[in-house]
T-cell receptor
């Protein structure tokens, strides 16, 4: 059974800081790894998706990396802004008869002005 | 607008009452999912469907039933609501289970 862990549960940083959010998973036989953003009281918005054959994906100030062998993914946020304050969830995706996403519990990020 | 629409957005139920949550998608996605999100527990899969007329159990199916009579709709039913079912419910869909899930905006359910 896949388990996805995100530590710490909450993080507070000053504006402008570069930061890394960590995600670990126990079953390395994943199809891809996805990062989502969730604002308070809202649904999930997909940020980045890394295929199992890829090492990283970039979108603007966001960069996500994947190391299947060690069961880890990181989301790098450059030059953080107060608007980046949200909960960030990673999710491991498996294909097959039970195709589904397994989510971590998320990291709640607060960027202080 | 294309996407996943959930109704209702908010609901308060009394213990023992029943209700149905509706999820509708207009992207012709085969796969649809119901998740619940609770503080400290993350998102947990309740039921899912890999196509019209099919349903399957997820991690936490007890107390819920689902139906997928039409490809675009996935219904989640609570036959006898319990306070433990107080949660935020999210529906999602994907094309043949491929990456790139689209999520609805959620239904906040309180059972008193």
């Amino acid at each position: 059974k896949q388990e996805v862990t995100q530590i710490p549960a909450a993080l507070s940083v000053p504006e402008g800081e570069n930061l890394v959010l960590n995600c670990s998973f126990t079953d390395s036989a994943i199809y891809n790894l996805q990062w989502f953003r969730q604002d308070p009281g809202k649904g999930l918005t997909s940020l980045l998706l890394i295929q199992s054959s890829q090492r990283e994906q970039t979108s603007g100030r966001l960069n996500a990396s994947l190391d299947k062998s060690s069961g880890r993914s990181t989301l790098y946020i450059a030059a953080s802004q107060p608007g980046d304050s949200a909960t960030y969830l990673c999710a491991a995706f498996h294909t097959g008869a039970n195709s589904k996403l397994t989510f971590g519990k998320g990291i709640t990020l607060s960027v202080r002005p | 607008n294309a996407g996943v629409t959930q109704t209702p957005k908010f609901r308060v139920l009394k213990t023992g009452q029943s209700m149905t949550l509706l999820c509708a998608q207009d992207m012709n996605h085969e796969y649809m999912y119901w998740y619940r999100q609770d503080p400290g527990m993350g998102l947990r899969l309740i039921h899912y469907s890999v196509g019209e007329g099919t349903t399957a159990k997820g991690e936490v199916p007890d107390g819920y039933n689902v139906s997928r009579l039409k490809k675009q709709n996935f219904l989640l039913g609570l036959e006898s609501a319990a306070p433990s079912q107080t949660s935020v419910y999210f529906c999602a869909s994907s094309l043949m289970g491929l990456p790139g899930y689209t999520f609805g905006s959620g239904t906040r359910l309180t059972v008193v």
